[in-house]
């Protein structure tokens, strides 16, 4: 019984003291340059994550849009036939990304014109 009580507690110990490594999160911005409010959806495949996240924005004019994603997070500004994709079940993530999150993109101001 003091062998299963002491193996129990080294096997506590190890599982409490190992660190799993997410990716850091990066904070930058969107922003909508042309003169009319534009409506933006974007698509996220993130690393480590199984499927995407999609959220849809309304920006106004020169309203700029704090967004938080993983590094190596690819960001798609999808257009309505890549909404349709998505929302069928299938994946995007093949296409040309708008964005791979990247480190250095901490604050960074990326302009949506199209």
Same mark, same amino acid.
């Given at each position: 019984m003091k062998k299963f009580i002491l193996l129990s507690a080294c096997m506590l110990s190890i599982l409490l +003291?190992?660190?799993t490594t997410e990716p850091p999160t990066?904070?930058?911005f969107i922003k909508n340059?042309?003169?009319l409010p534009k409506k933006v959806t974007l698509i996220a495949y993130s690393p480590g994550i199984t499927g995407n996240s999609t959220?849809?924005?309304i920006l106004l004019p020169g309203l700029?849009?704090?967004i938080t994603y993983r590094v190596g +997070?690819?960001?798609?500004i999808a257009n309505e036939k890549q909404v349709g994709v998505v929302m069928?079940?299938?994946?995007i993530d093949g296409d040309k990304p708008f964005l791979v999150v990247g480190a250095n993109d901490e604050n960074k101001v990326f302009k949506v014109n199209n």
């Amino acid at each position: 019984m003091k062998k299963f009580i002491l193996l129990s507690a080294c096997m506590l110990s190890i599982l409490l +003291t190992a660190q799993t490594t997410e990716p850091p999160t990066v904070r930058f911005f969107i922003k909508n340059i042309s003169l009319l409010p534009k409506k933006v959806t974007l698509i996220a495949y993130s690393p480590g994550i199984t499927g995407n996240s999609t959220y849809g924005y309304i920006l106004l004019p020169g309203l700029k849009k704090a967004i938080t994603y993983r590094v190596g +997070t690819k960001l798609y500004i999808a257009n309505e036939k890549q909404v349709g994709v998505v929302m069928s079940g299938n994946r995007i993530d093949g296409d040309k990304p708008f964005l791979v999150v990247g480190a250095n993109d901490e604050n960074k101001v990326f302009k949506v014109n199209n």
